[in-house]
């Protein structure tokens, strides 16, 4: 037995109330308010099930189950299931007893909650059937659906911006390192002095003290500043002179004191 043959309920409700019709006035359509809805020709329980494409309205004996009309629905909506211009409670339905008879019955619903869910039954069905038969012709046809183009277009092309990734990565390098290199060089203070360091001149004529001719003004001697990042004792004695005289170290001869006053 194929999968599409077994039967699945779809619906069920406990009270439905059937009618006979009287003959129909006009082609508008039905309307309830002629069926005398206070007596009701049948009442029992309904289930819909489906089995295959078509569903199936069945109204059954409450405590027996025995089946008293069965109405066959290819659609909905259409011919096998009618609503009524008056009412959503109230339904035509066109029963069928399996030799080829027809026959239409009014069907109602004591509660609108229970004639919405009959509603949605069928259309959930026929929306199903609808899915399926799509699915189906895409299996046997598939190069009759919707294809997706990924291919590059005439004059089409991808610009990707890595210039930019490198410039900031260059930036942030050339930054660590001038942080890391720069202020100005630094010479450590003389010995056993108390002062602290001091820069060195830019411009350097010498690497070693100038030293003055015999004979020679001692303020020309006193002008080159000795390069040596090592000062000896006589040169510290020579620059810090007048400091050491404030600390109370012995005091310097005046010459010195005078060459400092020049530079």
Not at 25 to 41: I, K, M, T, V
Not at 117 to 137: C, G, I, P, T
Request: hydrophobic share 35%.
């Amino acid at each position: 037995m194929a999968d599409s043959e077994y039967e699945s309920v779809l619906c069920v409700k406990p009270e439905v109330l059937v009618y006979r019709l009287p003959p129909r006035s006009s082609n508008r359509g039905y309307r309830a308010a002629e069926w005398q809805l206070d007596q009701p020709a049948w009442s029992g329980r309904m289930r819909i099930t489906s089995q295959g494409k078509m569903a199936y309205v069945k109204l059954e004996d409450k405590t027996s189950g025995e089946l008293f009309a069965q109405a066959p629905v290819d659609q909905f909506p259409g011919l096998a299931v009618e609503g009524v211009t008056d009412s959503s409670r109230y339904f035509v339905l066109r029963i069928e007893d399996g030799n080829g008879r027809r026959a239409f019955i009014g069907l109602g619903f004591v509660d609108r909650g229970d004639s919405f869910d009959f509603n949605v039954a069928l259309q959930d069905h026929f929306k199903w059937v609808k899915q399926q038969s799509e699915l189906a012709k895409q299996a046997q046809s598939p190069e009759q659906g919707p294809k997706l183009d990924l291919g590059f277009k005439e004059g089409q092309t991808i610009k990707l911006n890595i210039a930019n990734m490198k410039k900031k990565e260059g930036a942030l390098g050339s930054k660590s390192r001038t942080g890391s290199l720069g202020g100005p060089s630094l010479i450590p203070p003389p010995p056993g002095g108390r002062g602290s360091f001091i820069p060195l001149p830019e411009k350097q004529t010498s690497s070693h003290p100038a030293e003055s001719p015999a004979g020679a003004p001692e303020a020309e001697a006193s002008t080159a500043w000795p390069q040596c990042q090592m000062l000896t004792a006589e040169a510290t004695a020579e620059i810090w002179g007048d400091f050491a005289q404030a600390s109370g170290s012995a005091p310097a001869p005046p010459q010195q004191s005078r060459s400092w006053v020049q530079f």
